[in-house]
């Protein structure tokens, strides 16, 4: 029996987020809305989204010894996370800063500020914690020698979730534990490189051949494409909101993936479900304070 339905080991940012008409080019300044300050980063982020459907969740993380850092333990604790796994201190508080044009969309720059001091060595001292989670989750705004390290110290029966945001190459070893890999088109490119094909099933089939025991490819409004080493293909269908805000809708979709597959449905049926989970959350501002409960979500 294990303590915790999901572990997510990440990243935990302070969100600056500015609205405006049109992103600036090279060398111009535009005006944008009021800033807002949301508790965000992909880590922290999919930990709340988990712990907001129901899941008994922990977060393994670092955040600085400031108003930022207090900021993201007040979001995890308020959501049900427990937050034994989160150091402080080190270096200050990673800072996203996010601008969101009308549609929704977002573009994003990130200082990882304590991300980057989450060591191999706070892993291996956190290895209860990975003993009593039943599925880890994992995103690459840390150390790649840190997520390695997460591999490393999984235990057998823990399954192993990650989404290569930011995307970079990855070691086999790595790619081996993946069940699923999580990408959508632009990290799945990245990954691939020039052999990265043009459609959903050739980049799933190239993933697969890379090592991971199961791909999602998520695809926006065209909803996912599963995959796995069996051969199975599925396309799973998105959901059709008013998209007003898109902060934050991977990560919602992969903790409710990494939960509903640690539950014991099938990879379609859990990325089903995730795409109503990310489907609420883009109707509302903000990362965090957009994921929905279990209840809302079955409402949708």
């Known amino acids: 029996m294990y303590d915790y339905d999901l572990l997510v080991v990440g990243s935990a940012n302070a969100d600056l987020v500015i609205g405006?008409?049109?992103?600036?080019?090279?060398?111009?300044?535009?005006?944008?809305?009021?800033?807002?300050?949301?508790?965000?980063?992909k880590g922290a982020n999919q930990a709340v989204a988990a712990a907001r459907l129901g899941a008994?969740?922990?977060?393994?993380?670092?955040?600085?010894?400031?108003?930022h850092g207090r900021l993201l333990l007040d979001s995890q604790r308020a959501a049900g996370v427990d937050t034994a796994g989160v150091?402080?201190?080190?270096?200050?508080?990673?800072?996203a800063l996010i601008t969101v044009d009308p549609s929704g969309d977002n573009s994003i720059v990130v200082s990882p500020g304590a991300n980057g001091r989450l060591t191999p060595d706070d892993v291996r001292a956190a290895s209860a914690l990975l003993?009593?989670?039943?599925?880890?989750?994992?995103?690459?705004?840390?150390?790649l020698e840190t997520v390695v390290e997460v591999v490393r110290g999984l235990r057998p029966g823990t399954?192993?979730?990650?989404?290569?945001?930011?995307?970079?190459?990855?070691?086999?070893?790595?790619?081996?534990?993946?069940d699923p890999l999580i990408v959508n088109e632009h990290e799945a490119r990245v990954v691939l490189?020039?052999?990265?094909?043009?459609?959903?099933?050739?980049?799933?089939?190239?993933?697969?051949?890379?090592?991971?025991?199961?791909?999602?490819?998520?695809?926006g409004e065209e909803g996912a494409l599963v995959a796995d080493a069996t051969g199975t293909v599925a396309r799973v269908p998105s959901v059709k909101v008013n998209a007003v805000?898109?902060?934050?809708?991977?990560?919602?979709?992969?903790?409710?993936?990494?939960w509903r597959l640690g539950a014991g449905e099938s990879l379609a049926d859990s990325a089903a479900y995730a795409a109503r989970v990310g489907a609420v959350a883009v109707t509302r501002e903000g990362a965090q304070a957009s994921f929905p409960t279990a209840e809302e979500v079955a409402a949708l």
């Open 20 to 41: 405006v008409e049109r992103r600036p080019g090279a060398g111009e300044t535009v005006l944008g809305s009021d800033l807002a300050i949301h508790p965000g980063g």
């Open 56 to 67: 008994r969740t922990a977060l393994l993380a670092r955040v600085g010894d400031d108003a």
């Open 87 to 95: 150091l402080v201190g080190g270096a200050p508080t990673g800072v």
């Open 131 to 143: 003993a009593a989670s039943q599925v880890v989750s994992v995103q690459l705004e840390i150390p």
């Open 159 to 178: 399954r192993f979730v990650l989404n290569p945001s930011p995307p970079r190459e990855l070691p086999e070893d790595v790619l081996a534990a993946c």
């Open 193 to 219: 490189g020039a052999d990265a094909g043009e459609t959903p099933e050739q980049w799933a089939e190239a993933l697969l051949a890379l090592g991971p025991r199961s791909v999602v490819v998520t695809l």
């Open 245 to 258: 805000d898109t902060t934050g809708a991977g990560d919602s979709f992969t903790a409710a993936l990494a």
